[in-house]
Structure formats: C-alpha cells, structure tokens
C-alpha cells in the first residue's frame, strides 16, 4: 500500500523523474484547462443560455458571495485565484474515485506547493492594494519588537496548510482502503460517496483558509492606514 504518489514511479531517465504526483498533476491540469476553454468558448450575452453557461454564473456567483461573506471585501480582486484553488483540489479529490487515479493531493509536496501560492498570494494582494511601505508596516505592529514573530507566524501557518491538507487526504484514503480491505462487497459504495463529499469540503476548508489569511492583510492595513491618518 503506498502512502503517497510520490511512491509510484513510471519513468525514470537519468536525473527525469517522473511519479504519480506529476503525472496527475499534469492531467488534471489539462482536465480543467479543457473543460474550461470548451465551457467559455459558446458564452452568450444575449439570447438563451445554455444550460453550461447557467451552471457557470451559479458557481461564480456563489463562489464571489462566499468569498465577500469571508473577506467582507470585493470579491473581484480574489475570486481568480481562491476559484482555481478551490477547482483544483475539489478536481484532485473527486477524481480519486476513478481506477487507478492517484490524487496529487495525497502528495505533501503537492499541498507545499498549493500552501506556497497561497504564502505569496497574501504579500502580493496586499502590496498591490495599500504598496510595499503599507503592507511592511503590518509587521511591525503593535510593536517593532513583535516583527520576527510575525515572520514566524506566516511560516507557521504556511507549514500547518499544507500538512493539514496532506494529513486529511492521505488519512482518508488509508481508511478507505483499509475498510475495502475488511469487507470489500459492503463498503465500497458507502466510501466512495463518503470520500467524495470529504474531498469537497477539504477543498472549501482551504480556500475558505486562503481566503481568510489574503482578506486579513487586506483588513489590517486598512485599519492600520486608518489610524494612521490625522482625524478633522
């Protein structure tokens, strides 16, 4: 039994390496690049909708008052980037019901990296909002003292994003091949349902967590900007 698609090697030529972990990362990638070139390339503005333009406006529009419910904030500038992470991990798990697909996700370099975009993306939406000088300034409050903490701080979060996501998906997979192991004519179904429904969920979990740490820069400088300036 392999904890993790890391494990599985298919090809292997001097320093190449490729795994599991790749290989479906790759394909799902493609996946959704695919379903959504197909999907936007018969958008209509007039006229009737087709049935996968009205499931389209309901996921983004479900997903841009779920991210200004969290972030109290505009959604637009958040809504590319919490999507796609939210698409990717939600692909990842669902398709692990497929024979043979090993989810990325049950890989810990694959939530590094995913925690990784998420530790650039809180820098990058602040600096782009409030500048380098106001998005600094977060870390040297309440005190310049509190600044390597802080530092700490983001790197602690980071790390505990990506083993949670990990630990969760590479968990539940183990369940779910223990019980079919047990008694493989009466789990089955009951797993692959149960383990459907967890992967979304971990999905909404972390972009639900993304979205909090990206909108908590955001919020903090406003108020640290706010205090900032001289009251009439």
Known sequence: MTISPDQTLLFEFGFVRINATLLFTW????????????????LSTTGELSPWQNLLEVLVE??????????????????PFIATLFLFIAACNLLAVVPGYE????????TTALALCVFCAVP??????????????LYLEPTPLM?????????ARTLALAVRLYGNV?????????????????????????????????AYI???????????????????????QPRL
């Open 27 to 42: 394909l799902t990638i493609a996946l959704l690049a695919g379903l959504a070139r197909w999907i936007t390339s018969k």
């Open 62 to 79: 479900g997903a841009q008052n779920q991210i200004r419910d969290i972030a109290r904030q505009d959604a637009g500038p958040f809504l």
């Open 103 to 110: 989810p990325p996700t049950g890989s810990l370099s694959t």
């Open 124 to 137: 990058f939406y602040g600096i782009r909002r409030h500048g380098v000088r106001g998005f600094l300034r």
């Open 147 to 155: 600044l390597p903490l802080n530092i700490i701080g983001e790197l």
């Open 170 to 202: 590479m968990s539940g997979g183990l369940v779910v091949a223990i019980l079919l192991l047990v008694a493989p004519f009466v789990f089955p179904a009951l797993m692959h349902a149960l383990g459907l429904l967890t992967g979304l969920i971990q």
């Open 206 to 228: 972390f972009a639900v967590l993304a979205t909090v740490f990206i909108a908590a820069a955001s919020a903090a400088q406003e108020q640290t900007i706010g205090h900032s």
